[in-house]
């Protein structure tokens, strides 16, 4: 990191498949934003572990979401996995003695996962790890002192967490240690669900809520055939679904059928067969190449791994020297 450029921070976790609303949302501007900045990414599986989960599917998943971000355009060389970088952890524990309780008590996405998880049972195991989360998030963006951070709306209260938590250990350290990072919203439209476009696209909503980017053809077009367009009179205004055709057409990057239908909406004679025709053929286009290379990584598993490990374990020299000064300045002895 020894250029003049600025430093790029995001992470995903391992959920599965990127779908579409992933894609659009997030990871097509990771990749753009590897021309301009040091950009480092993670797929956090510490996370991941705060929900109820399967032992035996997390490390699976931790690969596949790997293989598919480099699909997808991620260069090795930027990706690591958290769990190989054990100073996340070490991170956390000493950032959360300068996060409070109250402020982790006041995190939306706590409260949400926690009412989420008593909905199918009343008497849910709630993790204090669900409740830490927060921090783990803040030690991952310190860490790297990034300055921007990529990142959805959901995630704007968490940034400012970090943020906050940089400035108290500055304070009580006494010293301008820890970047300030910055949001970086993406400009891309929000990805609705295909079947209910109320509702942003997401795994959890169930199968035919979200397209797998990764999936076979025929079912990409069928999803977008059976797109809920008009829930009932619009008196001329755009309903929501069909609002979110257009904007997955905008961003497969079919500029001109786009403008020509719209015109078509603005006239009054605008078929919805044909913006669905249109979008899927973007669709499946815009597919084609990433499942390609998707394909290609799947034959060659064990040199990605490989490459991963390495990129983990040079990244990792970075989280070192951050957590070598950390324990310089809070007084925490320094192995070596
Ligand atoms: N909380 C983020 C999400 O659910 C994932 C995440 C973990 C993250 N650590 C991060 C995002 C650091 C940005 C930076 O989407």
């Known amino acids: 990191m020894s250029n003049n450029k600025k430093n790029v921070l995001s992470a995903i976790q391992p959920t599965g498949d990127i779908h579409l609303g992933n894609y659009l949302g997030a990871v097509k501007n990771w990749v753009r934003l590897q021309e301009m900045y040091n950009c480092t990414y993670g797929v956090v599986d510490y996370h ?46 000493i950032l959360g003695n300068v996060c409070s309780y109250g402020e982790l008590s006041r995190m939306t996405q706590f409260k949400d996962k926690t009412s989420q998880l008593k909905d199918t049972d009343k008497d849910a195991f709630i993790s204090s790890g669900l409740f830490y989360y927060p921090v783990m998030q803040a030690a991952d963006i310190l860490i790297y002192h990034a300055d921007f951070v990529p990142v959805g709306k959901d995630q704007e209260q968490h940034l400012e967490l970090s943020r906050n938590i940089a400035q108290r250990f500055n304070h009580q350290f006494g010293k301008e240690y820890f970047t300030h990072p910055e949001p970086l919203y993406t400009e891309s439209a ?39 367009t008009d829930t009932g009179d619009s008196n001329g205004e755009m309903s929501t679904g069909v609002a979110n055709l257009f904007a997955l057409l905008k961003a497969t990057g079919r500029e001109a059928a786009h403008a020509s239908l719209s015109i078509d909406f603005t006239e009054g004679n605008l078929k919805y067969s044909d913006l669905k025709h249109e979008l899927a053929e973007g669709l499946v286009a815009m597919c084609q190449p990433i499942k390609e290379r998707y394909t290609e990584i799947n034959n060659n598993k064990k040199e990605y791994k490989n490459q991963i490990k390495q990129s983990s374990a040079e990244i990792r020299k970075v989280a070192a020297q951050t957590l070598r000064e950390v324990k310089e300045l809070t007084g925490i002895m320094n192995a070596k």
């Open 190 to 228: 929000k990805i609705m669900s295909l079947a209910n476009p109320e509702k942003k696209m997401s795994k959890s909503l169930g199968e035919k809520h979200y397209v797998n980017i990764f999936g076979d053809e025929a079912r990409i077009r069928k999803q977008v055939k059976s797109a809920v």
């Open 48 to 93: 991941a572990m705060t929900m109820p989960y399967k032992a035996k599917n997390l490390r699976e998943n931790t690969w596949k979401m790997i293989f598919q971000l480099l699909a997808c355009g991620v260069k090795a060389e930027n990706l690591f996995i958290q769990s190989m970088i054990p100073e996340h952890a070490e991170l956390c524990w």
